[in-house]
C-alpha cells in the first residue's frame, strides 16, 4: 500500500508558491502573476529508499491565521470559526509537513511566515521539532535587494525557531529540487524512522520523467 504525505504551502501574496510547486513538478514559471485564490492540489509521487510514496501538496490562498482545532474555535468569533469551514483550507491544519515560503525582499513576507509557524507550534500538538517545517526564502535571483542578511535568517529559523532553511529562486528553478528533498527527508524521517539518503522525485503528469536527488 502506498502511503500519502500531506504538504501545506503557505505564505504571504506574491512569494511565489504556486511558482516554486510548478517548477518542481513540471519544470515550468510563469512571468504573469495570477494570485491563488482557492486551494489547489498537486499530486506527484516519490520514490525513497525502494518505497513509493504519494504526495499530496497543497497550494494555500493566504490565510490570516492558522486553523484551530474545534476545542479551540470557541474562544474564536463566528466569523473565524465560518472563515474555516471555507473549503479551500481544507487539510491544512492536519498536513504531515508545511512548506513556509517568503519573498527575501519583502520582510513582511517573512513577519507573515513568523506569524503562522509560532501559530502552528501553538495549535498542533507537539512542538515544531515534531511537526516538520521548512522555511524557504524564495527570489534568491534578486539578492541585492535582500532585507537581511541570509545568515541571520538562517541562524534564527534554525537555532531559534528549530526548522529546516533553503533559500530558492523559482524563476531560475534554483534548489527547488533541494527544498523537497530536504522536506522529504525530515518528514520521512520522524514518520517512519528510516534513512532517506536516495530520493527520486517523479513528476505527477509526467511519468516518463524521474529526478535523482
Known amino acids: 500500500m502506498v502511503e500519502t504525505l500531506s504538504i501545506a504551502v503557505i505564505g504571504a501574496p506574491g512569494v511565489g508558491k504556486t511558482s516554486i510547486i510548478r517548477q518542481f513538478i513540471y519544470n515550468d514559471f510563469s512571468e504573469v502573476y495570477t494570485p491563488t485564490r482557492t486551494r489547489y492540489v498537486y499530486r506527484p509521487s516519490v520514490i525513497l529508499n525502494g518505497n513509493m510514496y504519494d504526495l ?3 497550494d494555500v490562498p493566504p490565510i490570516s491565521s492558522f486553523p484551530s482545532s474545534s476545542s479551540q474555535q470557541r474562544f474564536y468569533t463566528a466569523a473565524i470559526n465560518v472563515e474555516w469551514l471555507d473549503l479551500r483550507c481544507r487539510g491544512v491544519r492536519n498536513a504531515n509537513a508545511y512548506i513556509l515560503v517568503y519573498d527575501i525582499c519583502c520582510v513582511e513576507s517573512f513577519e507573515y511566515v513568523k506569524m503562522i509557524r509560532q501559530q502552528i507550534v501553538e495549535h498542533r500538538e507537539g512542538s515544531s521539532s515534531e ?6 526564502g524564495n527570489k534568491r535571483d534578486l539578492q541585492r535587494q535582500r532585507f537581511m542578511p541570509r545568515r541571520a535568517v538562517s541562524v534564527l529559523v534554525k537555532k531559534t ?14 534548489h527547488i529540487i533541494l527544498l523537497f528533498k530536504e522536506l522529504l527527508g525530515i518528514a520521512v524521517a520522524r514518520g517512519m524512522r528510516q534513512n532517506h539518503t536516495s530520493i527520486r522525485l517523479q513528476g505527477a503528469l509526467q511519468r516518463n520523467r524521474c529526478t535523482i536527488m
Do not use: D, H
Open 56 to 58: 499530496k501538496i497543497l
Open 131 to 136: 511537526v516538520p517545517i521548512l522555511v524557504v
Open 161 to 174: 525557531w528549530k526548522c529546516g532553511y533553503v533559500e530558492c529562486s523559482a524563476k531560475y528553478n534554483w
